[in-house]
């Protein structure tokens, strides 16, 4: 145990709320007709899944999966697996995954396979957050919100070891290696 970890606003609540709203506004546009099923990403997107459907004034379903893949550090396993799933039906639906942050995409290129081979109509990626420089996988983010350095952060849903998830904002966690 070192000394207390040390917080740094990268994104604030209200850089988060404009990001969130433009997001929004071009889902609207693709998905007004189509009543989608969005899928969130557990834990991490709860938040943002909460504050983005809030936004979205057609009709819509909201389901969530849960992977798991960091365990509780912060380099992702590679290894992935369906810890919760899905209670709807996604054959032939227009789905959108909703996801916190796209790190390695290793998780997400794993969900989406999972999710391609249960033959949605359509299957697209939003992602609040996006650290391009970790990728070990090409993924495709259809709605892409902030780009995030290479720093672990906290907050807005996200978590370091179950904690920091209730802080309005995106912060980097310095001090905790
Ligand atoms: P990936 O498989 O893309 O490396 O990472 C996917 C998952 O790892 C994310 O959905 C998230 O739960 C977690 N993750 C990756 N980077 C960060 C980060 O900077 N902070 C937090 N809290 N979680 C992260
Ligand atoms: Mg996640």
Not at 26 to 39: A, S
Not at 82 to 107: F, K, N
Not at 137 to 153: A, E, M, S, W
Request: a negative charge.
């Amino acid at each position: 145990m070192g000394s207390e970890p040390k917080l740094s606003v990268l994104f604030t609540s209200e850089e988060i709320a404009a990001t969130v709203s433009k997001l929004a506004a071009e889902i609207r546009q693709d998905y007004l007709t189509k009543h989608p099923i969005l899928i969130g990403v557990l834990k991490g997107s709860f938040m943002f899944m909460a504050d983005l459907i809030r936004l979205l004034d057609f009709p819509l379903e909201v389901e969530f999966i849960r992977l798991s893949s960091y365990g509780g550090g912060r380099e992702s396993s590679g290894k992935i697996k369906v810890v919760q799933g899905l209670r709807s039906e996604v054959r032939g639906r227009d789905v959108l995954v909703i996801e916190d942050i796209v790190d390695t995409g290793l998780t997400i290129s794993f969900l989406l396979d999972y999710l391609r081979k249960k033959k949605p109509a359509s299957l697209k990626l939003c992602a609040l957050t996006d650290k391009p420089s970790r990728r070990q996988t090409p993924v495709t983010i259809d709605y892409r919100g902030l780009t995030v350095p290479d720093k672990f952060i906290v907050g807005y849903g996200l978590d370091w070891d179950e904690g920091f998830r209730n802080l309005p904002d995106i912060c980097i966690l310095e001090g905790e290696d």
